[in-house]
T-cell receptor, first 115, second 112 residues
Framework: GAGVSQSPSNKVTEKGKDVELRCDPI?????LYWYRQSLGQGLEFLIY????????KSGLPSDRFSAERTGGSVSTLTIQRTQQEDSAVYLC?????????????FGPGTRLTVL | KNQVEQSPQSLIILEGKNCTLQ??????????LRWYKQDTGRGPVSLTI?????NTKSNGRYTATLDADTKQSSLHITASQLSDSASYIC???????????FGKGTMLLVSP
């Protein structure tokens, strides 16, 4: 019965380091989404998974960003060689399936700060 | 380009008062529109969803309206409470696509 969980809740890193953000979706949800929320901006779509496949990666801002999902469950968003402009809250959401009519349930987010 | 514009950007009201938040969109072809509430430090939570054929939907003290012809939606909050203080985000989806288009949100502060 738990909701979407994300870890860590906060991450402070130095410019140039790699970071991994984790998302545990609601059990049974086949679709998983990653978003980025910068201060004063709306949510920005990054990538979504249907099962372990990523049909739409169009939102990834650069090749430093990648994501994977294994076993149709946990997903990891990796940012390589972090830059200060990567600082934001990274939100994960899951839904029963990748239909626009299915509600997306959001996790609490990971706040990433790149110094 | 699909866009969602919300107004006002921020709003302060007294506890017990009503307020209305606005959303204009240029998403096409339209599938559905949701209003989300996002408390500080939390993920967004869906309040209402409306499809093309629906023009009003209520959830407790929250009532959303949709005018698909003018591509406008509003969220009306009745008898506001301190716990209503949050960001309210209008989200529109496109037919045939799973991804959503988000507005930047209206930050509501309910003051005692």
């Amino acid at each position: 019965g738990a909701g979407v969980s994300q870890s860590p809740s906060n991450k402070v890193t130095e410019k140039g380091k790699d970071v991994e953000l984790r998302c545990d979706p609601i059990s049974g949800h086949t679709a998983l989404y990653w978003y980025r929320q910068s201060l004063g901006q709306g949510l920005e779509f990054l990538i979504y998974f249907q099962g372990n496949s990523a049909p739409d990666k169009s939102g990834l801002p650069s090749d430093r960003f990648s994501a994977e999902r294994t076993g149709g469950s946990v997903s990891t968003l990796t940012i390589q060689r972090t830059q200060q402009e990567d600082s934001a809250v990274y939100l994960c959401a899951s839904s029963l399936s990748a239909s626009s009519y299915n509600e997306q349930f959001f996790g609490p987010g990971t706040r990433l700060t790149v110094l | 380009k699909n866009q969602v514009e919300q107004s006002p950007q921020s709003l302060i009201i007294l506890e017990g008062k009503n307020c209305t938040l606005q959303c204009n969109y240029t998403v096409s072809p339209f599938s559905n529109l949701r209003w989300y509430k996002q408390d500080t430090g939390r993920g967004p939570v869906s309040l209402t969803i409306m499809t093309f054929s629906e023009n009003t939907k209520s959830n407790g003290r929250y009532t959303a309206t949709l005018d698909a012809d003018t591509k406008q939606s509003s969220l009306h909050i009745t008898a506001s409470q301190l716990s209503d203080s949050a960001s309210y985000i209008c989200v529109v989806s496109v037919q045939g696509y799973s991804t959503l288009t988000f507005g930047k949100g209206t930050m509501l502060l309910v003051s005692p």
